[in-house]
């Protein structure tokens, strides 16, 4: 059987081990994206919390995904816990990162004369300094969704959902005749996935970065 | 008209440097303003530099700012905050281990000397694949930042970005089909994986050298490769030693995946761990795994603070 035969004949588990897949690294993102910039908003405006921040965070990327979710599943047990949990722990330190320099950076200037026209601290962060910083922290969350696609290939290991299967069902099946139909094809649909993701983050960027500040 | 990049601004240095942020966007000095005989164009893109300098300048200075407050680089925190956490944890798992009841199926996972060699076998993964990584991937920045080869920068720089949406274990699983199980395929799947970021990095250090460095050099006489001995590889140090603590992080976690293809690691303990559905197992790979990947990074950082050159720090 060649590839696209392969691909034929199994194109529904395929299609829904993809959505699964998808909708996962989604999921988590929404997730850590709201954390993220929470604890961005949290932190900022004192180095030493926005310093521990960062210094979390990084430390947390640092733990290879296998052993942070062999560490899960002690505690939560097999499936979509330990993969949702991971997924959206590895998913915050782009998006604290640069929401904490997106908001730093912003041009205390204008902050200045947001407040000198009478806006309230939580219209000046809402309106003036997270629409300034909303580039950088759209970087961090593309940055974040690639790096979760490859980490949510492995969370299949602990029966997580998603195209990891594909891939971990070849490992298991090697010198078969479908090893290396089923790895290709777990492969390859994780980098399409990756690349359309991409390419809706330029969208969204296209749509939401305000027009004044548009490189 | 040719101008000497020293022609832009006038006033003697001291006063640049005192410029307070308020500035920026006020009036330019006299000798900027209109009248001194440029076109409206020329003018506009004089401006735009002069305002990028003293952005720069701004910068540098915040940086000395913050760096005058500690003077040594490498405090005492720094060196025993991390190993004492590591250290810590490790003890409390290995008293949690002394007390533990271990059934026949973990006791034999966790063997006399097996736990010894999966750690052995990890570092040497790591540590192999890190120095292939660097003596591939630095001098091909180097090369692709020269003269003719300059121009496929940007397509190696695209390359690594799509290998960055490449799923490590995806990659892994095809080298293990092609080349057979074992250590083999699991160090070229590490080092493919861990090249392209390292080389993307080196690229960006040697492509944001000051022009105006490089030009001086030539300028003095500088041979090529005196230019990029002594003037581009120094200032791109850091930028270089960040790409080699990449590296270094990235192939511990990817030598976890290494015993997917045969190839041993600690890795090899968490799997057994899931599988076999023994958490004592499973705990003891993942903590060990942790553990060297903490320290693994508290050393390079240390590295990364440690050889760089002096000259980049103190520019005042």
Redesign the interface.
């Known amino acids: 059987m060649n590839f696209w035969e392969f691909v034929s004949s199994t194109h529904q588990q395929l299609l829904t081990d993809a959505y699964q897949h998808a909708s996962a690294v989604f999921q988590c993102m929404v997730v850590a994206t709201v954390l993220g910039v929470l604890i961005g908003v949290a932190t900022y405006r004192s180095e030493w919390a926005g310093n521990l921040a960062t210094l979390t965070t990084s ?1 947390i990327l ?7 979710i ?2 899960l ?2 505690v939560v047990g ?1 499936g979509v816990p330990p993969t949702v949990i991971a997924l959206t722990l590895y998913g915050l330190l782009p998006v604290v990162r640069n929401s904490i320099v997106g908001l730093r950076g912003v041009d ?2 204008l902050v200045d004369a947001a407040k000198g026209i009478g806006m309230s601290r939580a219209a000046r962060l809402l309106r003036i300094e997270l629409p300034l910083a909303w580039p950088p922290i759209l970087t961090g969350i593309r940055v974040s969704t ?2 979760l ?2 980490i949510a ?2 969370a299949a ?2 029966s997580g959902p998603g195209l ?1 299967n594909e ?2 069902r ?2 298991a099946s ?1 010198g078969s005749a479908n ?2 139909n089923q ?2 094809a ?2 390859l649909g ?2 399409v996935l ?2 359309l993701f ?1 390419a809706a983050y330029v969208l969204i960027g296209r749509l939401t970065i305000p027009r004044g500040i548009r490189a | 008209m040719r101008r000497v990049p020293g022609d832009r601004d006038k006033r003697p240095p001291k006063e640049r440097g005192t410029r307070l942020p308020k500035d920026r966007d006020t009036k330019l000095p006299q000798d900027e303003l209109p009248g001194t005989g440029l076109p409206d164009g020329e003018r506009d893109y004089e401006e735009l530099l002069a305002r990028e300098e003293r952005a720069a300048e701004q910068q540098t200075l915040g940086a000395a700012a913050v760096r005058a407050r500690e003077p040594a680089r490498v405090t005492w925190q720094k060196l025993t905050y991390l190993p004492a956490v590591v250290a810590a944890v490790l003890l409390a798992t290995w008293i949690w281990f002394a007390t533990a009841d271990l059934d026949p199926i973990s006791r034999n996972a966790l063997a006399e000397g097996v736990v010894w060699l999966r750690l052995r076998q990890h570092v040497a993964l790591t540590v192999i694949s890190t120095f292939f990584v660097l003596i591939i991937a630095i001098p091909l920045g180097i090369l692709l930042t020269r003269g003719r080869m300059r121009k496929a920068a940007p397509f190696a720089v695209a390359l690594a970005n799509i290998g960055q949406a490449t799923p490590a274990i995806g990659l892994l699983a095809l080298l293990v089909i092609w080349l057979g199980i074992g250590q083999k395929a699991a160090l070229i799947g590490i080092i493919i994986y861990a090249v392209l970021p390292v080389l993307s990095n080196t690229i960006a250090g040697l492509k944001a050298n000051d022009p105006t460095l490089i030009e001086a050099a030539r300028g003095i006489g500088m041979s090529p490769l005196g230019v990029l001995g002594k003037v581009e590889l120094p200032l791109a140090v850091p930028l270089i030693l960040a790409g080699v603590r990449t590296a270094l992080v990235l192939n511990v976690g990817t030598a976890t995946l290494a015993t997917f293809g045969g190839g041993g690691g600690l890795g090899d303990l968490i799997s057994t761990g899931i599988t076999s559905q023994r958490m004592p197992v499973l705990m003891l790979g993942s903590v060990l795994t942790v553990a060297l990947a903490l320290l693994v990074d508290w050393l390079a950082s240390l590295a990364e603070l440690g050889l760089r050159p002096r000259g980049l720090e103190v520019r005042r």
């Open positions: 430390t640092t733990i290879p995904s296998l052993a942070m062999g560490l599943i002690p097999l205390p200037t690639q790096m696609m490859g290939a492995i290991y602990a990891g891939i971990f070849g490992i090697l090893a290396l790895v290709l777990g492969t994780i980098i990756a690349l991409d």
